[in-house]
């Protein structure tokens, strides 16, 4: 019989393609368990797991789902985790306070959209998927007495998060600290050579090593990905910060939201969202129109997603609600996050262009404000104005053709008319 898979140095340049992992643990590793993979012409088992705390993926969760769409492409097992017994937990990972407990109808109804949703990625004819909650739900008392003799407290508490709650006396439930061993058994249940997570979960996928050893099987090996920044540019892209772009948005809505991310996302959406190579990417990024660049990365992202969309078509109806209607209104600008709160009633207006992501420096803002390229609520700004802008309603920026941002400082002014 012919083997199914490519050379052991094709695999590790492929999987290294697109989005590198942060750590491969260990890579050295890898390559041995590939290359005994290939000799017996046996697919590696490759899982990924996702609790089922919130009805939608995100493209953040996408980074590490289009890495086990590589290992798919390239002959592995896929086996696709949905964590229903696990969520009723809730993962602390960077969590500096116990999680409210869901129950098991909020688990079950959160899990009924993932089957779709993954399969925007994933090939569903050689995906495997499958619920924790058949092995944990089954087990007796012994069984689990017997995971929780393989760890420590002392090594529970190792654990950076765990470790500053108990510092500052914060209350750490006995369920979350079961929950990175629940987590680690779902390795040895179905005997996974590969597990691949985000950065942050590095705790709980060495653990799971661990216990797979205490169980007599071989370690997996472990994918770390990149975490990507959700929309509002500070915190990690999550459903509970309302920050992300979902796997499920219609086009439309995902074409918005990517078109109202700062310019400094640009490189980190392109090279974790776009499935673009290096040379790609550095192109993209060279041009002098960061509006552009978005249009152009927004069309990217959304055709990942939704096969068969006219880009352009997306492009021409965003582009409609603010050229082709003069000034777009308060609502469309905080609809679209293209919006600035001043910390004073009175700012400079270079300032407040860079802070939009509108120019790369308040040098930058400066020119282009002599060029002529910047007006407020429709008047233009030359250089002979006062850069010092007061803010005593809401304000409506526009920066070259088609850049437009709001500026206001506070609640109160949102609900006036500019």
């Avoid at 602390?92 to 079950?108: A, D, F, H, I, N």
């Avoid at 108990?166 to 990175?180: G, H, S, V």
């Avoid at 918005?256 to 392109?270: H, T």
Wanted: glycine share 8%; hydrophobic share 35%; aromatic share 8%.
């Amino acid at each position: 019989m012919s083997n199914i898979f490519p050379t052991v140095q094709e695999q590790l340049a492929r999987l290294k393609e697109s989005v590198e992992p942060t750590e491969i643990v260990s890579e050295d590793e890898l390559a041995v368990r590939l290359d005994k993979a290939r000799s017996a012409n046996r697919p590696l088992r490759v899982k990924q797991g996702f609790d089922a705390s919130s009805p939608d993926l995100h493209i953040g969760h996408g980074v590490s789902i289009w890495k086990l769409k590589t290992f798919q492409d390239l002959g592995h097992q896929v086996v696709f985790v949905i964590g229903d017994f696990t969520a009723m937990i809730g993962d602390p990972s960077g969590k500096s306070k116990t999680r409210p407990v869901l129950t098991r109808e909020q688990v079950e109804e959160n899990a009924r959209t993932y089957h779709s949703q993954v399969f925007k990625i994933l090939d569903p004819d050689k995906t495997e998927i499958r619920f924790n909650s058949e092995w944990h739900g089954k087990r007796n008392i012994y069984d689990f007495l017997e995971l929780c003799s393989h760890h420590t407290v002392r090594r529970m508490l190792e654990r950076d998060d765990f470790w500053k709650r108990f510092n500052a006396e914060l209350p750490i439930t006995m369920l979350e600290f079961l929950y990175p061993l629940l987590q680690a058994y779902d390795s040895v249940a179905l005997k996974a050579d590969v597990e691949v997570g985000g950065s942050d979960q590095k705790f709980n996928l060495v653990l799971g090593r661990h216990i797979q050893r205490a169980y007599g099987q071989d370690p997996q090996l472990l994918f770390l990905m990149p975490l990507m920044r959700g929309t509002d540019g500070n915190e990690k892209m999550s459903k509970s910060l309302g920050n992300t772009i979902g796997l499920i948005d219609e086009p439309g809505d995902m074409y918005g939201k990517i078109m109202s991310i700062s310019d400094d996302l640009l490189k980190e959406y392109y090279t974790f969202a776009s499935g673009s190579g290096a040379t790609e990417i550095e192109a993209a990024l060279s041009s002098d129109d960061p509006y552009k660049i978005k249009h152009d990365l927004a069309k990217i992202i959304v055709s990942r997603y939704h096969t068969g969309v006219d880009g352009d078509a997306l492009e021409n109806e965003f582009l409609s609600r603010f050229r082709d209607k003069g000034l777009p209104t308060i609502e469309e600008l905080v609809e679209s996050g293209n919006i600035v709160k001043a910390e004073n009633d009175v700012e400079w207006l270079p300032r407040l262009i860079s802070s939009a992501g509108a120019a790369k420096s308040n040098g930058e803002a400066n020119r282009l404000i002599k060029s002529g390229a910047v007006s407020i609520n429709g008047e233009k700004i030359t250089g002979k104005d006062s850069l010092d802008v007061k803010i005593e309603k809401p304000l409506i920026i526009k920066v070259g053709k088609r850049r437009f941002f709001l500026v206001y400082t506070s609640e109160e002014q949102l609900r006036q008319k500019s």
